[in-house]
């Protein structure tokens, strides 16, 4: 048996985080791909963008490796949050090609780099510095976070949850199942209120 290569696989999940998803805008319209489900604005195509800026930042600057991408949003004058939607004038095959090719340069950073090789965040802060390893730890720990995120979201939308279309990864079993259970979950939740403190 071949042993584990920690590089291969810290990659390997930053990979599937990454196309979890991408697979969340998969058969949607651009208003429920853009469109707000949280009162904070959460919304899957916003989710794509901020990925695609912090993974080009992560793996680019911090390792003094230019990604050379135009990202008017994190300008000092841009608009609060910028960077978590997408106005209309921007195509989700725009965003999703940014993040692509955001992918293609974190993945070229990782190739090059060793996973002890020292960079700085500089908006982290004063900082002795971070390894590549910390940074695909913190972009795979991020990039499950916002997963999550566009989980949630997307089962609002159409009720569809998973890592993948083939994989949803619920206990359970069909919506009858699921209505019983949210049911089940509901009037617990009420008994529990109406108990004496």
């Known amino acids: 048996m071949k042993p584990n290569d920690p590089k291969d696989d ?22 429920d791909v ?11 195509l916003g989710l794509v963008k901020h990925l695609a800026s912090v993974e080009l930042g992560y793996f680019g600057p911090t390792f003094g490796r230019p990604h ?5 949003w994190h300008e000092e004058n841009a608009e609060p949050n910028s960077d978590m ?49 910390r940074i695909m730890l ?8 916002h997963a999550g995120h566009a989980d949630i979201v997307r089962e609002l939308i159409d009720g569809k949850v998973g890592m993948r279309e083939t ?4 206990d359970g079993g069909d919506a009858a199942w699921y209505e ?10 009420k008994e529990a209120q109406a108990k004496p403190s």
């Not at 913190?138 to 976070?145: D, G, I, K, L, S």
């Not at 994989?167 to 619920?170: D, I, K, V």
């Not at 019983?180 to 939740?189: G, R, T």
């Open 68 to 72: 050379n991408e135009s990202l008017p």
């Open 85 to 133: 939607w997408a106005p209309a004038d921007e195509s989700r095959e725009d965003i999703l090609s940014l993040y692509h090719r955001a992918w293609a340069h974190a993945d070229a950073t990782i190739e090059a780099l060793p996973l002890d090789a020292m960079g700085h965040v500089a908006w982290w802060g004063d900082n002795d510095g971070v390894t590549l390893q």
């Open 10 to 31: 810290l990659h390997r999940y930053l990979k599937a985080a990454r196309e979890a998803v991408v697979w969340k805008l998969d058969g949607l319209s651009e208003y």
């Open 138 to 145: 913190h972009m795979t720990a991020e990039t499950n976070r």
């Open 180 to 189: 019983e259970y949210w049911n089940k979950l509901e009037a617990s939740a």
């Open 34 to 44: 853009r469109r707000p489900l949280t009162p904070t604005g959460t919304n899957l």
């Open 167 to 170: 994989n949803s990864n619920m």
